[in-house]
């Protein structure tokens, strides 16, 4: 198999660059400064035991590849950027090419399947970042990450199984599950929080607001009739595999939507997260007014450009208590 790593930021570009650091076949698909940066110096990898720079190819689009039939795709854009990036691989890939979802969310899988026929959702357990070209860092040691794997909807097969084993190799915890959803939507709960830590952090306060979108969270979900991996399987599974440590010179990055403020990006993922949420509140009758407003906030702040942690957990519970 040959990794086209479509967007290589800090998932796309850790799972990569460990991948071809393992002897793996990979190719980074990359945008602006950080493609430039790849291109001209390579990619470093910094982790706390130290950095590696690696000589990964990488390109600016899918049309700049020659695919084969042996390709597997792994999408790892945020989830407003899937759109753009399946019109871009239905124009470049050949009919048939495998898409595994390295992504936050439950509905990029779904987005997917309209297009291509063999689509692949993977549970990413990862404290990784991403904040200048060039440059991603994994905060575990000596595991970065978990990367369990199923097909969508649901079932294995070989091709599943084999991609797993690659992840294995590369360094990384991964196991095929046909029950892959399950575990995804309580990755989803998980992240309901990455607005918090982006609009005003998750200190103090920000432990009312946490409770608030999961218990809405959970509401939702229940009320739609979905099947959720329990807390207590989610914590046996990472139990110890994660080891969060320090790296030396930088600063202990946040949440991908924290990140996504830091870069200035202008945009951020909370419509797949908590509109996920919403949605589902909205299709089955259970209030869901915190993920709305932190929905609302963080997409605001992505837009005027504004740095992460520019609102007080207070602030923000005044508004959704109507003080």
């Not at 403020?261 to 419509?271: A, F, N």
């Not at 009758?285 to 942690?309: D, F, I, S, Y």
Request: aromatic letters at 4%; one cysteine or more; a negative charge.
């Amino acid at each position: 198999m040959r990794f086209i790593v479509f967007g290589a930021g800090a998932i796309g570009g850790v799972v990569g660059g460990r991948l071809s650091q393992a002897g793996e076949d990979v190719v980074l698909i990359a945008r602006g400064p950080h493609h430039d940066a790849i291109r001209d110096v390579g990619l470093t990898v910094e982790c706390p035991t130290g950095s590696v720079t690696l000589p990964v190819p990488v390109v600016d689009h899918p049309s700049r590849i020659t695919f084969t039939d042996d390709d597997v795709v792994l999408l790892a854009v945020k989830g407003q950027h899937t759109a753009d990036a399946i019109a871009a691989l239905d124009a470049a890939a050949p009919e048939g090419v495998p898409v595994v979802s390295l992504q936050n969310g439950v509905e990029n899988e779904r987005r997917l399947l309209r297009t291509f026929a063999d689509v692949y959702p993977v549970c990413v357990m990862m404290p990784a970042a991403h904040l200048d070209p060039g440059a991603v860092q994994a905060s575990s040691t000596p595991v970065e990450g978990i990367l369990d794997i199923g097909r969508h909807p649901d079932g294995i097969d070989d091709r599943a199984e084999a991609i797993a084993a690659a992840f294995r190799r590369a360094g990384f915890d991964s196991v095929a599950r046909p029950d892959i959803a399950r575990w995804k939507r309580r990755k989803l709960l998980l992240n309901l929080a990455n607005a918090i830590d982006a609009v005003c952090g998750l200190e103090g306060a920000g432990l009312d607001l946490y409770l608030r979108v999961q218990d809405e969270g959970v509401r939702a979900l229940d009320a739609a009739g979905l099947d959720v991996a329990t807390k207590e399987e989610d914590d046996a599974r990472r139990d110890g595999v994660l080891h969060i440590e320090p790296i030396d010179g930088r600063e202990r990055a946040g949440s991908s939507g924290w990140q996504s403020l830091r870069r200035e990006s202008g945009s951020v993922e909370t419509d797949d997260l908590n509109g996920e949420i919403v949605l589902l509140g909205r299709l089955y009758g259970v209030p869901t007014p915190a993920n709305a407003l932190l929905q609302r906030l963080a997409k605001q702040c992505a837009r005027e450009h504004r740095p992460p942690g520019s609102m007080t957990p207070e602030s923000v519970l005044a508004m959704l208590d109507g003080a």
